[in-house]
T-cell receptor
């Protein structure tokens, strides 16, 4: 089954304790992305990756890091979490095509990770 | 810069009545437009998209959306609402960058749809 998986699904942690949220997709997608969802703000992009070893900042990258060493995995790293990073996080993936076909592909979303930073 | 507006935080509809969830967008070029739905405690699921061609797009679960270029709108519609349609709906836009790489998807803030029996 084609899917995007995230772990953990729920996490409560304390300020300053480094954590990693994993994301994995089994569809051989080039493009992967992390979003955070906050009430009244919708989804905002944190980081994205066009392919292995290619990552770039989204709209709200502060306090986050990512890596893309393998095509299927795109972990989100919070080196020193703070309470304002309490949020619902989604990973997504899609194929990436240039030219006229570029941008037409549907993004597939993971089930979400609810993070609480105390 | 691209942007998406969903002017209603919540839409309330009686079961069996038609529903509309509004979305307007702003891009410098031609848009690719998407609707996603989020059920409680679930991730986002794709509903439908407009890329080119017919302005009326049909999607999953009986939903459809109409692309209106002059009004820069992409409203989501369904002729007869079901209680099970109650969820959070997100409109999203990506700019059609001819010859370039895939741009990022910009989401609206979401509209909560509540369908009462």
């Amino acid at each position: 089954e084609a899917q995007v998986t995230q772990n953990p699904r729920y996490l409560i942690t304390v300020t300053g304790k480094k954590l990693t949220v994993t994301c994995s997709q089994n569809m051989n997608h080039e493009y992967m992305s992390w979003y955070r969802q906050d009430p009244g703000l919708g989804l905002r992009q944190i980081y994205y990756s066009m392919n292995v070893e290619v990552t770039d900042k989204g709209d709200v990258p502060e306090g986050y890091k990512v890596s893309r060493k393998e095509k299927r995995n795109f972990p989100l790293i919070l080196e020193s979490p703070s309470p304002n990073q309490t949020s619902l996080y989604f990973c997504a993936s899609t194929t990436r095509r240039q030219g006229l076909a570029g941008g037409t592909d549907t993004q597939y979303f993971g089930p979400g990770t609810r993070l609480t930073v105390l | 810069a691209q942007s998406v507006a969903q002017p209603e935080d919540q839409v309330n509809v009686a079961e069996g009545n038609p529903l509309t969830v509004k979305c307007t967008y702003s891009v410098s070029g031609n848009p690719y437009l998407f609707w996603y739905v989020q059920y409680p405690n679930r991730g986002l699921q794709f509903l439908l998209k407009y890329i080119t061609g017919d302005n009326l797009v049909k999607g999953s679960y009986g939903f459809e959306a109409e692309f209106n270029k002059s009004q820069t709108s992409f409203h989501l519609k369904k002729p007869s609402a079901l209680v099970s349609d109650s969820a959070l709906y997100f409109c999203a836009v990506r700019e059609n960058n001819y010859g370039g790489s895939q741009g990022n998807l910009i989401f609206g803030k979401g509209t909560k749809l509540s369908v009462k029996p």
